[in-house]
Structures are given as structure tokens and as C-alpha cells.
């Protein structure tokens, strides 16, 4: 059985130790992180949890039901990568003079926004798909391009349902 990129989504309780004991768990299992976020959610004091793994599905499928028994954990849902709408935000920082340079119409053929202009470079940023940053960093690649550095990855999962000890669980 082949590895494949997989997102797990989890909402929960936040609590101290908490993202320390679900990575934890997951890299006992030898199971490879590519990206994690943690963000705050409309709820207070639950935040959105969004691990980005290669692993076999058996071996995500087994995660998420050892997550889910995690006290603070109200839902779990695991994912295909390519089943979910995901996107990253990108920073690029750019030598001034590629303004005036040909490649500059790359920023609004991309849409990317100019974000703070400094005296030899300014910051750019992107946000979008894993291809939609991979092209515009393509545009940009040379001299002028001084650093670049992008998020971890956000997935479009639903808020908690009223029923908050449900767990989800859509990988197939």
C-alpha cells in the first residue's frame, strides 16, 4: 500500500501540551509531517488543528481514532490532500529592482500584493493552492527573489456541530 498526502483536521479544546501530544502521537507511529497549523476558531477556546501527512491510509485511519480519544479532541476528520480545498499563504522577498525589470508583471498577472516597501527590497505576499504559489514562485525565481517562506496548510472543514463529540472520518 502506497503512501499518500492526507489532512487532518481537528477541533478541540485548547489547552497547553495539547499540539506537543498529538504530534507526539503521530510521529510514534513514523508517520511523516509535511505541515501543521493551529488557529483560533469562532468558538472560544477551541482551535482548528490542521496536520498535513504522507502516510498509508490504514496508518491515518488508526491516527484519527487514537486522536479522537484525546479528552479535549471534540472532532476528527482525515482527508485525501486533493479531496479538500486548501490553501497556504506565501511571503516573497523581493530586491527592489525587480520592479523594473520585464518579470514584474508577474505580480499582477498572480495577484500577489504588495505588502511593506523597505530601501532595498519590499515584501510580497500570496495566498492560494499549492500549484497557484508553485507558478508565482516560478515567475519570480532569479536574482531578485531574495527569500520566500509559506504557511502551513488551512483546509475547508465545518465548524463543530452541535453534536461537538462526533468524529469525522472521510478518508477512503
Known amino acids: ?31 511523516s509531517i509535511k505541515s501543521l497549523s493551529l488557529a483560533p476558531t ?15 491510509e490504514s496508518d491515518v485511519s488508526q491516527m484519527a481514532l487514537k486522536i479522537e480519544n484525546i479528552i479535549e479532541v471534540f472532532s476528527v476528520s482525515a482527508v485525501k490532500y486533493e479531496q479538500a480545498v486548501c ?13 523594473e525589470s520585464p518579470k514584474a508583471i508577474a505580480l499582477s498577472k498572480y495577484e500577489a500584493i504588495i505588502l511593506k516597501f523597505y530601501p532595498d527590497h519590499f515584501l510580497l505576499a500570496k495566498y492560494g493552492s499549492d500549484a497557484t504559489i508553485l507558478k508565482l514562485y516560478n515567475a519570480l525565481d532569479g ?27 472521510q478518508a477512503a
Open 143 to 169: 536574482p531578485h527573489l531574495m527569500g520566500f517562506i509559506q504557511s502551513g496548510l488551512i483546509a475547508d472543514t465545518a465548524l463543530i456541530c452541535e453534536d461537538q463529540s462526533s468524529v469525522i472520518r
Open 1 to 31: 500500500m502506497n503512501k499518500e498526502q492526507y489532512l487532518l483536521s481537528i477541533k478541540a479544546e485548547n489547552r497547553p501540551g495539547l499540539l506537543h501530544l498529538i504530534t507526539g502521537m503521530i510521529e510514534k507511529k513514523l508517520i
Open 87 to 99: 490553501l497556504r499563504v506565501a511571503y516573497f522577498k523581493m530586491d527592489k529592482a525587480f520592479l
Open 42 to 56: 469562532d468558538i472560544h477556546d477551541i482551535v482548528l488543528i490542521t496536520v498535513e501527512v504522507i502516510a498509508k
